[in-house]
Protein backbone atom coordinates (compact mmCIF):
# COMPACT_ATOMS: atom_id res chain seq x y z
CA UNK A 1 0.00 0.00 0.00
CA UNK A 2 1.84 3.29 -0.81
CA UNK A 3 1.31 6.54 0.88
CA UNK A 4 -1.13 9.08 -0.11
CA UNK A 5 -3.47 5.98 -1.15
CA UNK A 6 -7.07 7.08 -1.13
CA UNK A 7 -8.65 3.83 0.43
CA UNK A 8 -12.14 5.21 1.30
CA UNK A 9 -14.64 7.43 0.18
CA UNK A 10 -18.21 8.39 1.34
CA UNK A 11 -20.41 11.45 0.55
CA UNK A 12 -17.88 14.46 -0.06
CA UNK A 13 -15.15 12.74 2.56
CA UNK A 14 -12.03 10.31 1.16
CA UNK A 15 -9.72 8.96 3.94
CA UNK A 16 -5.92 7.60 2.90
CA UNK A 17 -2.47 7.25 3.84
CA UNK A 18 -0.65 10.25 5.03
CA UNK A 19 2.06 10.82 2.41
CA UNK A 20 5.13 12.83 3.40
CA UNK A 21 6.33 14.85 6.86
CA UNK A 22 3.56 17.71 5.89
CA UNK A 23 0.53 15.57 6.27
CA UNK A 24 1.89 13.68 9.34
CA UNK A 25 2.54 17.56 10.35
CA UNK A 26 -0.90 18.50 9.35
CA UNK A 27 -2.00 15.43 11.54
CA UNK A 28 0.03 16.25 14.63
CA UNK A 29 -1.91 20.02 14.22
CA UNK A 30 -5.29 18.24 14.04
CA UNK A 31 -4.34 16.32 17.26
CA UNK A 32 -3.49 19.33 19.55
CA UNK A 33 -6.51 21.67 18.32
CA UNK A 34 -8.86 18.58 19.57
CA UNK A 35 -7.36 16.40 22.58
CA UNK A 36 -5.61 20.02 24.02
CA UNK A 37 -7.47 23.22 22.67
CA UNK A 38 -11.22 21.09 23.08
CA UNK A 39 -10.63 18.25 25.35
CA UNK A 40 -8.31 19.70 28.13
CA UNK A 41 -5.12 17.79 27.60
CA UNK A 42 -1.90 19.01 29.43
CA UNK A 43 0.22 19.83 27.03
CA UNK A 44 4.28 20.17 27.49
CA UNK A 45 6.53 22.61 26.73
CA UNK A 46 7.39 21.30 23.16
CA UNK A 47 3.69 20.89 22.06
CA UNK A 48 2.16 24.10 23.95
CA UNK A 49 4.88 26.21 21.72
CA UNK A 50 4.89 24.30 18.20
CA UNK A 51 0.49 23.55 18.90
CA UNK A 52 1.52 19.82 17.72
CA UNK A 53 0.51 16.02 19.30
CA UNK A 54 3.44 14.45 18.82
CA UNK A 55 5.55 11.36 20.00
CA UNK A 56 8.23 8.85 18.86
CA UNK A 57 5.83 6.40 17.71
CA UNK A 58 4.59 9.16 14.83
CA UNK A 59 7.64 8.29 12.50
CA UNK A 60 7.38 4.35 12.46
CA UNK A 61 3.23 4.82 12.38
CA UNK A 62 0.93 4.74 9.01
CA UNK A 63 -1.41 7.80 9.95
CA UNK A 64 -5.11 7.93 8.32
CA UNK A 65 -6.47 11.03 6.92
CA UNK A 66 -9.89 12.13 6.35
CA UNK A 67 -10.12 14.79 3.85
CA UNK A 68 -12.67 16.92 2.63
CA UNK A 69 -11.71 17.71 -0.72
CA UNK A 70 -13.85 21.07 -0.69
CA UNK A 71 -13.51 23.88 1.36
CA UNK A 72 -15.76 23.11 4.60
CA UNK A 73 -17.44 26.38 6.38
CA UNK A 74 -15.04 25.58 9.91
CA UNK A 75 -13.03 27.86 11.25
CA UNK A 76 -8.79 28.09 10.92
CA UNK A 77 -8.90 24.49 8.80
CA UNK A 78 -6.09 22.28 8.44
CA UNK A 79 -5.07 22.39 4.97
CA UNK A 80 -3.39 19.05 3.32
CA UNK A 81 -2.79 18.90 -0.51
CA UNK A 82 -6.18 17.52 -1.66
CA UNK A 83 -8.47 19.74 1.01
CA UNK A 84 -8.89 20.43 4.74
CA UNK A 85 -8.15 17.59 6.64
CA UNK A 86 -10.56 16.79 9.14
CA UNK A 87 -9.96 13.39 10.98
CA UNK A 88 -7.09 11.24 11.69
CA UNK A 89 -5.88 7.97 13.24
CA UNK A 90 -2.82 6.50 13.85
CA UNK A 91 -1.69 2.53 12.99
CA UNK A 92 0.96 0.18 13.34
CA UNK A 93 1.44 -3.02 12.86
CA UNK A 94 2.84 -5.60 14.65
CA UNK A 95 5.76 -6.38 12.41
CA UNK A 96 6.85 -2.63 12.77
CA UNK A 97 6.46 -2.47 16.59
CA UNK A 98 8.89 -4.98 17.39
CA UNK A 99 11.15 -4.14 14.82
CA UNK A 100 11.56 -0.39 16.63
CA UNK A 101 10.25 0.18 20.00
CA UNK A 102 6.89 -1.87 20.73
CA UNK A 103 3.14 -1.33 20.77
CA UNK A 104 1.87 1.99 22.51
CA UNK A 105 -1.11 0.42 24.40
CA UNK A 106 1.70 -1.78 26.06
CA UNK A 107 2.03 1.23 29.10
CA UNK A 108 -1.20 1.21 30.00
CA UNK A 109 -2.76 -2.24 29.39
CA UNK A 110 -0.10 -5.78 29.51
CA UNK A 111 -0.92 -6.40 26.13
CA UNK A 112 2.29 -8.97 25.71
CA UNK A 113 0.68 -12.12 27.06
CA UNK A 114 -1.70 -11.96 24.27
CA UNK A 115 0.30 -11.65 21.74
CA UNK A 116 2.69 -14.02 22.71
CA UNK A 117 -0.10 -16.31 23.33
CA UNK A 118 -1.26 -16.19 19.95
CA UNK A 119 1.91 -16.25 17.70
CA UNK A 120 -0.21 -17.19 14.33
CA UNK A 121 -1.93 -13.75 14.24
CA UNK A 122 -0.64 -10.40 13.10
CA UNK A 123 -1.94 -7.59 15.40
CA UNK A 124 -2.31 -3.73 14.56
CA UNK A 125 -2.76 -0.83 17.04
CA UNK A 126 -4.75 1.60 16.62
CA UNK A 127 -4.79 4.87 18.59
CA UNK A 128 -4.66 8.75 18.34
CA UNK A 129 -8.14 8.91 16.80
CA UNK A 130 -9.15 12.15 16.56
CA UNK A 131 -12.18 13.86 14.25
CA UNK A 132 -12.91 17.76 14.06
CA UNK A 133 -16.41 18.18 15.99
CA UNK A 134 -18.72 19.24 13.15
CA UNK A 135 -17.54 15.79 11.40
CA UNK A 136 -17.78 13.69 14.93
CA UNK A 137 -20.50 11.68 13.63
CA UNK A 138 -21.72 8.14 12.40
CA UNK A 139 -20.89 8.45 8.83
CA UNK A 140 -17.21 9.44 9.23
CA UNK A 141 -16.91 6.74 12.08
CA UNK A 142 -17.87 4.29 9.43
CA UNK A 143 -15.38 5.90 6.81
CA UNK A 144 -12.71 5.68 9.50
CA UNK A 145 -13.51 2.23 9.67
CA UNK A 146 -13.74 1.71 6.00
CA UNK A 147 -10.18 2.85 5.54
CA UNK A 148 -8.99 0.70 7.82
CA UNK A 149 -10.45 -2.44 6.98
CA UNK A 150 -8.95 -1.81 3.86
CA UNK A 151 -5.51 -1.36 5.42
CA UNK A 152 -6.30 -4.78 7.19
CA UNK A 153 -6.74 -7.08 4.50
CA UNK A 154 -4.28 -5.30 2.35
CA UNK A 155 -1.66 -6.01 5.30
CA UNK A 156 -3.33 -9.55 5.92
CA UNK A 157 -4.35 -8.35 9.65
CA UNK A 158 -5.93 -10.83 12.07
CA UNK A 159 -6.69 -8.84 15.13
CA UNK A 160 -6.96 -4.72 16.16
CA UNK A 161 -6.31 -3.14 19.74
CA UNK A 162 -5.96 -0.29 21.26
CA UNK A 163 -7.15 2.17 23.79
CA UNK A 164 -10.53 4.02 23.57
CA UNK A 165 -11.43 6.94 25.62
CA UNK A 166 -14.00 8.74 27.97
CA UNK A 167 -13.53 12.49 28.45
CA UNK A 168 -12.87 13.31 31.90
CA UNK A 169 -10.43 11.56 34.57
CA UNK A 170 -12.96 10.90 37.45
CA UNK A 171 -14.05 6.75 36.55
CA UNK A 172 -17.34 7.43 38.61
CA UNK A 173 -18.39 10.17 36.46
CA UNK A 174 -18.60 7.28 33.74
CA UNK A 175 -19.88 5.04 36.52
CA UNK A 176 -22.81 3.68 34.22
CA UNK A 177 -20.97 3.08 30.76
CA UNK A 178 -17.65 1.42 32.49
CA UNK A 179 -20.00 -0.75 34.26
CA UNK A 180 -21.74 -1.57 31.03
CA UNK A 181 -18.38 -2.41 29.00
CA UNK A 182 -17.01 -4.46 32.13
CA UNK A 183 -20.40 -6.36 32.38
CA UNK A 184 -21.72 -6.66 29.23
CA UNK A 185 -18.72 -6.14 27.01
CA UNK A 186 -15.78 -8.24 28.28
CA UNK A 187 -13.83 -10.00 26.32
CA UNK A 188 -13.33 -13.97 26.72
CA UNK A 189 -10.64 -15.86 28.29
CA UNK A 190 -9.01 -16.50 25.67
CA UNK A 191 -8.74 -12.70 24.62
CA UNK A 192 -8.53 -11.11 27.92
CA UNK A 193 -5.82 -8.32 28.59
CA UNK A 194 -5.54 -6.56 31.84
CA UNK A 195 -4.96 -2.71 32.77
CA UNK A 196 -0.97 -2.78 34.29
CA UNK A 197 -1.00 -3.09 37.80
CA UNK A 198 0.04 0.05 38.66
CA UNK A 199 -2.74 1.81 36.47
CA UNK A 200 -5.41 -0.68 37.10
CA UNK A 201 -9.10 1.55 37.85
CA UNK A 202 -12.10 -1.05 38.42
CA UNK A 203 -14.58 -0.74 35.61
CA UNK A 204 -17.56 -2.73 37.70
CA UNK A 205 -18.70 0.29 39.81
CA UNK A 206 -22.31 -0.74 39.61
CA UNK A 207 -24.04 -4.12 39.89
CA UNK A 208 -24.83 -5.33 36.55
CA UNK A 209 -28.80 -5.56 37.47
CA UNK A 210 -28.32 -1.87 38.16
CA UNK A 211 -26.95 -1.14 34.61
CA UNK A 212 -29.48 0.02 31.90
CA UNK A 213 -27.36 -0.92 28.69
CA UNK A 214 -30.06 1.30 26.49
CA UNK A 215 -28.70 4.56 28.40
CA UNK A 216 -25.36 3.54 28.50
CA UNK A 217 -25.45 3.15 24.80
CA UNK A 218 -26.67 6.30 24.69
CA UNK A 219 -23.90 7.70 26.66
CA UNK A 220 -20.49 6.34 24.97
CA UNK A 221 -18.76 8.01 22.19
CA UNK A 222 -19.16 7.36 18.67
CA UNK A 223 -16.07 5.92 18.01
CA UNK A 224 -16.66 2.87 21.27
CA UNK A 225 -20.21 2.30 19.75
CA UNK A 226 -18.36 1.89 16.51
CA UNK A 227 -16.10 -0.52 18.01
CA UNK A 228 -19.12 -2.24 19.40
CA UNK A 229 -21.03 -2.44 16.35
CA UNK A 230 -18.10 -4.26 14.91
CA UNK A 231 -17.81 -7.38 17.82
CA UNK A 232 -15.20 -5.91 19.67
CA UNK A 233 -14.31 -6.87 22.98
CA UNK A 234 -13.34 -4.74 26.26
CA UNK A 235 -10.14 -5.14 28.53
CA UNK A 236 -10.30 -6.15 31.86
CA UNK A 237 -9.85 -2.46 34.33
CA UNK A 238 -9.40 1.17 33.05
CA UNK A 239 -7.09 3.82 33.43
CA UNK A 240 -6.80 7.05 33.94
CA UNK A 241 -4.47 8.85 31.49
CA UNK A 242 -3.85 12.66 33.41
CA UNK A 243 -2.35 14.37 30.40
CA UNK A 244 -5.03 13.54 28.01
CA UNK A 245 -7.90 14.08 30.47
CA UNK A 246 -9.43 10.76 29.88
CA UNK A 247 -10.30 7.69 31.05
CA UNK A 248 -9.42 4.95 29.06
CA UNK A 249 -10.49 1.08 28.02
CA UNK A 250 -9.07 -1.64 25.86
CA UNK A 251 -10.64 -2.18 22.36
CA UNK A 252 -9.73 -6.15 21.38
CA UNK A 253 -11.58 -6.81 18.33
CA UNK A 254 -10.27 -9.80 15.87
CA UNK A 255 -11.13 -10.09 12.37
CA UNK A 256 -12.88 -13.37 13.00
CA UNK A 257 -15.49 -11.28 15.43
CA UNK A 258 -16.13 -8.60 13.23
CA UNK A 259 -20.20 -8.84 12.78
CA UNK A 260 -20.59 -10.14 8.87
CA UNK A 261 -23.24 -7.67 7.87
CA UNK A 262 -20.77 -4.83 8.62
CA UNK A 263 -18.99 -6.68 5.77
CA UNK A 264 -21.55 -5.41 3.03
CA UNK A 265 -20.15 -1.64 4.27
CA UNK A 266 -16.51 -2.30 4.16
CA UNK A 267 -15.91 -5.37 1.53
CA UNK A 268 -15.94 -9.14 1.97
CA UNK A 269 -12.66 -10.98 3.84
CA UNK A 270 -12.81 -12.96 0.40
CA UNK A 271 -12.10 -9.43 -1.20
CA UNK A 272 -8.54 -9.18 0.05
CA UNK A 273 -6.40 -9.80 -3.11
CA UNK A 274 -8.48 -7.03 -5.01
CA UNK A 275 -7.96 -5.04 -2.61
CA UNK A 276 -4.17 -5.48 -2.64
CA UNK A 277 -4.28 -5.02 -6.64
CA UNK A 278 -6.19 -1.91 -6.78
CA UNK A 279 -4.40 0.08 -3.80
CA UNK A 280 -0.52 -1.18 -4.56
Known sequence: MQAGSVIGAKADLIVRIAHGAADIDAAQHLRYRVFYEELSAKPDVIARR???????????????????????????????SDGTLVGTYRLLRQSVAEANRGFYTQDEFDIAPLIAAKPELQFLELGRSC?????????????????IWNYVRFHGLDVMLGCASL??????????????????????????????????????????????????????????????????YIGEGAVVDPQFNTVDVLIVLPVSAINPRYFSHFGAREEARSAQRLMS
Do not use: N
Open 131 to 147: VLKPYRTRPVVELLWQG
Open 167 to 232: EGTDPQTHALTLSFLAHFCAAPPEWQVRAQSSRYVEMKLMPRQEVDPKAALKLLPPLIKGYLRLGC
Open 50 to 80: TRRDSDAFDEICDHLLVVSPGRPDIADPIEV
